[in-house]
């Protein structure tokens, strides 16, 4: 019942205006509904709670359009990788330079990450939509589901209900989350404060092993667009404090991607067609950031005196150039270093996807 009682600790809190049998209430819950029938003590504390939670998400609402809470983020999920870049944490506080996450902080995270998120709805809808009502009733929609399937609680039914909805891109996914769950959350902190950095996953066992200390570190790397290995925020005061936090990283590239509204993606998992494993990923990858010096290209191309005279189009046409470029050498690189491996798999996959057909007798 723990996820049940915190939602609806929230949702009595929270102005949710309706119509329940010819008569309008604040709150459409029955709770609310039964307290104010009831009058007296009842409605009263019906009406605390009320202007309690109204209170918050209105404190919370402003602190966000000035920039000091955030929630989901962009709409955009490469946009939102770009602020985790950045050192922007979704649902989190910002003080001074750092970024610390409330959404751990139940009941009172989901109503700090709805008011935050309805906030940035309002702000991004020009004034004929917001006229109609309809875009932001669905974004509201979009927000409270995604403050609920965010917890912890919740993350073993909303992954199964995306593996019953979409088993062919999801059930795997699933199955290596069950696997890594018989890992207690404890020891899998304690993984994160040894080795920090996130892994690649391909297999149930890689999940189980990317859960416990000593193990994680046989995977391999996961890595960003530019080829860096990318890291699990810090927790405040420990490794097993549920309170992540980020700095902000003045990172001169990822600022003018953000600015420009470029939002470049890491390469398949295949070369030349032939899909590639986890580890050979990350080498990929890793060959963009150190032989191939993609990031010193990158701040090179910014930092030329042209560059701030060029539009936006022209200078996301120069970046992709170079990203492009880049990406396609390393393939190379790793096509030449595993050759044998590759053009064997290589000869496979054709003869699978064309079979000979034998002569009719």
């Known amino acids: 019942r ?13 102005p949710i205006p309706g119509r329940v049998k010819g008569e309008w209430y604040l709150n459409v819950m029955k709770r609310y509904r039964d307290a104010i029938k009831a009058g007296g003590r009842e409605r009263d504390l019906a009406h605390a709670k009320l202007a309690l939670g109204s ?3 209105m404190g919370v609402g402003s602190l966000s359009r000035a920039g000091y809470v955030t929630g989901r983020g962009p ?36 109503i700090m990450g709805i008011s935050s998120d309805m906030a940035s ?20 929609t979009a927000s409270v589901s995604e403050n609920l399937t965010n917890k912890t609680f919740m993350v073993g039914i909303s992954n199964a209900i995306e593996a019953i909805g979409d088993p ?3 059930a795997e996914r699933v199955l290596k989350g069950f696997a890594a769950s018989f890992v207690p959350t404890a020891l899998y902190y304690y993984r994160k404060g040894e ?3 996130m892994r690649e996953i391909s297999s149930v066992w890689d999940a189980f092993m990317n859960r416990l ?7 391999p790397l996961r890595r960003n667009v530019l080829g860096e290995p990318m890291k699990f925020p810090p927790g405040l005061g420990g490794r097993f404090s549920p309170i992540r936090m980020s700095k902000i990283k003045k990172d001169p590239v990822y600022q003018e991607f953000l600015d420009i509204g470029y939002f470049p993606t890491t390469p398949d998992k295949t070369v030349r067609g032939v899909k590639i494993t986890n580890k050979q990923y990350s080498e990929l990858l890793e060959f963009q950031q150190n032989q191939l010096a993609l990031r010193a290209n990158l701040q090179f191309l910014i930092n030329q005196p042209t560059w701030k005279r060029m539009n936006k189009f022209a200078k996301k046409e120069q970046l992709d150039q170079v990203i492009q470029g880049t990406q396609k050498k390393a393939e190379d690189m790793l096509w030449n270093k595993y050759r044998d491996e590759l053009e064997e798999k290589w000869r496979k996959q054709k003869k699978e996807t064309y ?4 002569p009719l007798q």
């Open 213 to 219: 200390p000593g193990y994680s570190e046989q995977l």
């Open 121 to 140: 709805i309002w702000e991004s809808l020009s004034a004929e939509e917001k006229i109609e009502g309809m875009k932001i009733l669905a974004m509201v």
């Open 2 to 14: 723990t996820p049940y009682n915190i939602v609806t600790f929230a949702a009595e809190r929270m």
């Open 55 to 57: 209170s918050i998400m």
């Open 75 to 110: 709409a955009d999920y490469r946009e939102r990788r770009l602020h985790r870049q950045l050192g922007i944490l979704p649902y989190s506080i910002k003080v001074g330079d750092t970024y610390y996450g409330y959404n751990r902080f139940e009941p009172a995270g989901i």
């Open 355 to 358: 079979p000979r057909v034998e």
């Open 168 to 170: 062919d891109r999801y």
């Open 195 to 197: 080795d920090p950095y």
